[in-house]
């Protein structure tokens, strides 16, 4: 079975500053997709990025990015520039190629401190 | 317009009664999906529907029954109600097959109803 381990409960960084968020996982699949869903105080789970893993550019989507290392089966998030919108919970997520299933991690608690 | 709207967005009960939480989706998405949140945040699915047949079923007491009555709607109902069930249940959904499939399954999900049992 696959599992999403994300090491950091909780992270706090300074308005303007950079943060990198972790998260690694396990699979014995060959085809796959790691993603990164935010949810804010307002509940609602929004999709921030995703990757796809026989893809070696690392997925960027404007301030989001990502460090994917296959070998290591590590999917870091990093958030440039960080704003006080970016306060949420993030959640690392795994879904095999042609899967229903898509598995979380428990997430981590980021504070964007003014 | 509201992708994936879940009503009630909130639900306060005695244990032993029966509630539902209802779903709809306007994305024309043929999966759907029910994820349970625990007070710690950590998310879980319980079922998923792939146009209205059921294809995920984990682990879950039978106390809980979905209902797809077709492919833009599922229903969850609970029966007998315990404190155990608070929690906060978020109705999803995507396309996974047809020519708009990416091989990623890419979730869309409503606003989630927050379930409390007193």
């Known amino acids: 079975a696959q599992t999403v381990t994300q090491s950091q409960p909780e992270m706090s960084v300074q308005e303007a500053e950079t943060v990198t968020l972790s998260c690694t996982y396990d699979t014995s699949e060959s085809n796959y997709y790691l993603f990164w869903y935010k949810q804010p105080p307002s509940r609602q789970m929004i999709l921030v990025i995703r990757?796809?893993?026989?893809?070696?550019q690392n997925a960027t989507e404007n301030r989001f990015s990502v460090n994917f290392q296959k070998a290591a089966k590590s999917f870091s998030l990093k958030i440039s520039d960080s704003q006080l919108g970016d306060t949420a919970m993030y959640f690392c997520a795994y879904s095999g190629a042609g899967s229903y299933q898509l598995t979380f991690g428990k997430g981590t608690k980021l504070s964007v401190i003014p | 317009d509201t992708a994936v709207s879940q009503t009630p967005k909130y639900l306060v009960t005695q244990m032993g009664n029966d509630k539902s939480i209802k779903c709809e989706q306007n994305l024309g998405h043929d999966t759907m999906y029910w994820y349970k949140q625990d007070s710690k945040k950590f998310l879980k699915i319980m079922f998923s529907?792939?146009?209205?047949?059921?294809?995920i079923n984990e682990t879950v007491p039978n106390r809980f029954s979905p209902k797809s009555p077709d492919k833009a709607h599922l229903n969850l109902h609970i029966n007998s109600l315990e404190l155990g069930d608070s929690a906060v249940y978020f109705c999803a959904s995507s396309q996974v097959t047809g020519s708009s499939y990416t091989g990623a399954n890419v979730l869309t999900f409503g606003a989630g109803s927050r379930l409390t049992v007193l």
């Open positions: 529907y792939n146009n209205k047949e059921l294809i």
């Open positions: 990757q796809e893993a026989y893809k070696q």
